[in-house]
Nanobody, 125 residues
Framework: VQLAESGGGSVQAGGSLRLSCTTS????????MAWFREAPGKGREFVAT????????DYADSVKGRFTISRDNVKNTAYLQMNSLAPEDTAVYYC???????????????????WGQGTQVTVSS
């Protein structure tokens, strides 16, 4: 399974970006999808996750109220809408897929089976 992120870039504080994660896998609609990020000198950090059908999502406290995860199972794409961006959101953002459902939604990197290559998000003050 290959995942490909897009939509990263540079933005000023307070701005918005929307990340996309696409795959050609026919099983996308059954995957739990998530976003993680990795800032320089830090480990991979959970950002958001969503169930296979989009009925439930979970967020890191640091992004609640600012970021929204969603998915389109027809387009085989997951999204991360990021609003009110701050310099501390600067990181490489990765999408991840988990094959088997789990409740509550998993928020740790080892729980996910497949990863994209990442897309850089840079927020300047």
């Amino acid at each position: 399974v290959q995942l490909a992120e897009s939509g990263g870039g540079s933005v000023q504080a307070g701005g918005s970006l929307r990340l996309s994660c696409t795959t050609s896998s026919r099983s996308f609609s059954s995957f739990t999808m998530a976003w993680f990020r990795e800032a320089p000198g830090k480990g991979r950090e959970f950002v958001a996750t969503i169930t296979w059908n989009g009925d439930t999502a979970d967020y890191a406290d640091s992004v609640k109220g600012r970021f929204t995860i969603s998915r389109d199972n027809v387009k085989n794409t997951a999204y991360l809408q990021m609003n009110s961006l701050a310099p501390e959101d600067t990181a490489v953002y990765y999408c991840a897929a988990r094959v088997t459902p789990q409740r509550p939604l998993p928020t740790t990197a080892p729980a996910y089976n497949y990863w994209g290559q990442g897309t850089q998000v840079t927020v300047s003050s």
